[in-house]
């Protein structure tokens, strides 16, 4: 009963072959005690199924330990809710497996906190897909490090919303590579803050395109430096 598993001890839980562990019924999965899910093997837990994955509350989800998290597979880690990919602690981020972080769906992406975000590894950020990189919000994108901002692809930058380009910090502007730059659309282009602009280094702003230029605003084009002025060809 659900009641007879809440009550084994955490030697009991881990004592379970990963065959009994997958018969375990949602509802006793979910009454486990956050020490009882935090005592599964590594073996253990990736052998949980799609449904009890479903069934674990956010308490037992932030009780993972970072192995526990990155022995899931990708489809386990698809099946999370938001809520419970929000509760993951900063440690268990960083051991999710580039593999787990593209796997996970548009709205676990918007769910992550900024630190969660910035906790990321470079390679995990670069795999984001363009859906991932759509979904996320001005408070995340202002959250990545410069590591981060380096790491994104062109395609990634291109593909970011207006707004979450202005959300950039200002060593998020100065990370921007040159070919990340080139990328921007017109419409990011515009959408950037004059201090973001003058934030740009000169070989960037010299690789700007004339549609490019063209975009800049009045209050854009007044915020440029004499360098970068001189940089334009």
Do not use: N, R
């Not at 009963?1 to 990963?18: D, I």
């Not at 969660?116 to 670069?126: F, N, P, S």
């Not at 515009?190 to 003058?198: E, N, V």
């Amino acid at each position: 009963t659900t009641a007879q598993v809440a009550a084994l001890t955490t030697a009991q839980v881990a004592a379970l072959t990963t065959a009994q562990v997958a018969a375990i019924e949602t509802a006793d999965i979910a009454a486990l005690p956050v020490t009882s899910v935090a005592a599964l093997t590594t073996a253990q837990t990736a052998a949980l199924t799609t449904a009890q994955v479903v069934a674990l509350t956010t308490a037992q989800v932030a009780g993972l330990k970072p192995a526990q998290v990155a022995a899931l597979t990708t489809t386990q880690v698809a099946a999370l809710q938001a809520a419970d990919v929000a509760a993951l602690t900063t440690a268990s981020v960083v051991a999710l497996t580039t593999a787990q972080v593209a796997a996970l769906t548009t709205a676990q992406v918007a769910a992550l906190t900024p630190a969660q975000v910035a906790a990321l590894e470079t390679a995990d950020v670069a795999a984001l897909t363009t859906a991932q990189v759509v979904a996320l919000t001005t408070a995340q994108v202002a959250a990545l490090t410069t590591a981060q901002v380096a790491a994104l692809t062109t395609t990634q930058v291109a593909a970011m919303e207006t707004a979450d380009i202005g959300a950039l910090t200002t060593a998020g502007v100065v990370a921007l590579t040159t070919a990340q730059v080139a990328a921007l659309t017109t419409a990011q282009v515009a959408a950037l803050k004059p201090t973001q602009i003058s934030a740009l280094q000169t070989v960037d702003v010299a690789a700007l395109t004339t549609a490019q230029v063209v975009a800049l605003t009045t209050a854009q084009v007044a915020a440029l430096t004499t360098a970068q002025v001189a940089a334009l060809t």
